[in-house]
């Protein structure tokens, strides 16, 4: 970990990045293997970050209506807001921080996450969630060039091939965020 990059309490957010059902479910044609197990372990920095009364933001990915939606041409399938499947997880408590509805891989696109972290007087975001290499890494560059500090929680995140989240981890601990664990986030809230 980079030496004067630490976690501090009174900066600090956690960014929950598309825990839908959508991922989460293993009924889902999407479904991130193990992101069922990620939902539980995600839920201690759910409850770090609600016991010492710091923002949690849990972003939603709902598919525009847009005709030509370029990521709906990717994928080929649509999340739609009024889908069940698009719900976070319950098991992540989601009443227990703000909601962000995005429609693109970056949380700060078209949405007013910047906004909310700024009237919090937050600095730093503790990132986790998935998909690793998409939304969760897009997220953080996205984060770190609007001059927040990025942790990136690398056992609190999931894609689909363990290459690809190592790729992500790679890149982004060479310049835009530093590596973390879900049990070092949690030390470092208690710590202060």
């Not at 479904?31 to 710091?54: H, M, T």
């Not at 891989?105 to 975001?125: A, P, R, S, W």
């Not at 929680?153 to 879900?182: C, P, R, W």
Request: glycine fraction near 4%; proline fraction near 3%.
């Amino acid at each position: 970990m980079r030496e004067n990059f630490k976690i501090q309490k009174n900066k600090a957010a956690l960014l929950v990045i598309d825990m839908q059902r959508h991922f989460c479910d293993p009924e889902s044609s999407f479904f991130v293997p193990g992101s069922d197990k990620l939902a539980e372990k995600l839920k201690i920095l759910v409850d770090s970050f609600s016991r010492n009364s710091l923002p949690i933001i849990f972003t939603r990915h709902i598919d525009s209506e847009e005709k030509d939606n370029l990521m709906l041409r990717w994928w080929s399938e649509q999340i739609r807001e009024e889908d069940p499947m698009s719900e976070v997880t319950k098991v992540l408590e989601p009443g227990k921080g703000t909601t962000v509805i995005k429609h693109q891989y970056d949380g700060f696109l078209n949405t007013d996450l910047q906004e909310i972290l700024h009237t919090k007087g937050v600095q730093q975001v503790v990132i986790c969630g998935v998909l690793t290499n998409l939304c969760c890494e897009t997220t953080a560059r996205s984060a770190f060039m609007r001059g927040f500090e990025v942790f990136f929680v690398k056992d609190g995140t999931a894609t689909f091939k363990q290459s690809m989240h190592e790729a992500s981890l790679l890149n982004l601990s060479y310049g835009f965020a530093v590596l973390t664990t879900i049990q070092d986030v949690v030390k470092a809230l208690h710590r202060e």
